[in-house]
């Protein structure tokens, strides 16, 4: 059966050769599976992430536990693998984690497909080589090497202290496995971004979440569980411009919309405190408490000054509940 991925393979002389692996290359990769979920046009996310997506996962356990990346699955009502040897296996959401983006699913059928084995990135340093596998086998994966650790900051209230950055980019990234040199998984893609080269030419490298974050929360993520107290969500989609925070864009029936947040504000301040960066901010509303509470910004408006308080919510509240197949 073809992959869904066809004519977006990686260019052959990027792929990885089993020549001189410490592991069997293709048992690593029969792990990988494509993963496609039909979330349904009146989910709260359907706009933004649509309402038909596809990307990966990979197999961590033998009883058909998959990880991959949440938003792949969130709100997803139906949820199709599909392995490298063309069998299409459903499978449930079991939940997803906000704080790191991991999310979990479940086969409903064996998969039959040997797990990878959990890593730790903190091993790995800048220059390592690693392979960026999707769904599909040899054809889908590419040899790669870190480029950087560094902290990131999504729009989307969103941060990680140390985000794994991969190059060259991948052309089906979302859920891809990063795997290091040993064999074992160390990472699992989120992001495609843009990275600034020294002739001022661009380049396109992955966004991975170190695997390391997994094993606290694994858990609670697979019993349906929230992995910690869910953080204050405001709804705004903000940005850095220089020094400063400006809003982009304030999610429809969201606590800041309510606020009478608007877009183009410039964020300077939570609870007196200034802010410097989407890290900042994310941080000093984080540190007010859980969902619920409440977040005073200070906020430029044209030439206008303005102290709003949004009462914060659990975002989880807005997301419809997966359903079993």
């Known amino acids: ?28 990769l029969d792990a990988v599976v494509v993963l496609y ?28 536990l998959v990880l991959t990346i949440g938003y792949l699955i969130t709100e997803a009502q139906s949820i199709t693998l599909l392995t490298n040897d063309g069998r299409q296996i459903p499978a449930h959401a079991l939940g997803s984690d906000p704080g790191t983006g ?31 596998a999707g769904g599909g086998g040899r054809a889908h994966a590419l040899a790669a090497r870190l480029i950087a650790r560094e902290t990131f900051a999504g729009y989307w209230e969103y941060l ?34 843009s990275q600034l080269l020294a002739d001022q030419r ?38 850095e411009a220089g020094e400063r925070v400006v809003v982009a864009e304030v999610a429809g029936g969201s606590p800041a919309e309510a606020a009478g947040v608007r877009p183009g ?23 007010l408490g859980p969902a619920g509470v409440d977040a005073p910004l200070r906020l430029r408006r044209g030439g206008q000054l303005l102290d709003l308080t949004v009462h914060t919510i659990d975002r989880a509240t ?7 197949n």
Not at 102 to 127: C, I, M, N, Y
Request: charged share 20%; glycine share 12%; proline share 11%.
């Open 102 to 132: 991991f999310g979990l699913v479940t086969a409903l059928e064996p998969l039959d497909l040997p797990p990878l084995p959990l890593g730790d990135s903190r091993g790995l340093r800048p220059g390592d080589p690693v392979i960026l």
């Open 160 to 193: 990680l202290d140390e985000a794994l950055f991969t190059g060259p980019g991948h052309p089906h990234w979302s859920g891809a496995a990063l795997i290091g040199p040993s064999g074992a998984l160390m990472g699992i893609a989120s992001l495609q971004v």
């Open 318 to 324: 807005r997301l419809k509940k997966p359903r079993f």
């Open 265 to 287: 504000d410039v964020v300077l301040a939570v609870a007196g405190q200034p802010v410097a960066d989407l890290a900042d901010l994310y941080t000093k509303v984080w540190a």
């Open 1 to 28: 059966m073809a992959s869904p991925f066809d004519g977006h393979e990686v260019d052959r002389a990027l792929r990885p050769s089993s020549d001189g692996q410490s592991f069997d290359l293709k048992r690593a």
């Open 202 to 239: 661009t380049t396109q490298i992955n966004m991975c979440v170190p695997i390391e974050l997994l094993p606290p929360i694994v858990d609670d993520l697979s019993h349906g569980r929230p992995a910690r107290p869910p953080r204050p969500w405001m709804g705004l989609i903000s940005q």
């Open 37 to 64: 979920a039909e979330v349904g046009e009146s989910a709260s996310t359907a706009r933004s992430l649509g309402a038909q997506r596809l990307g990966n996962g990979v197999v961590i356990g033998t009883s058909g």
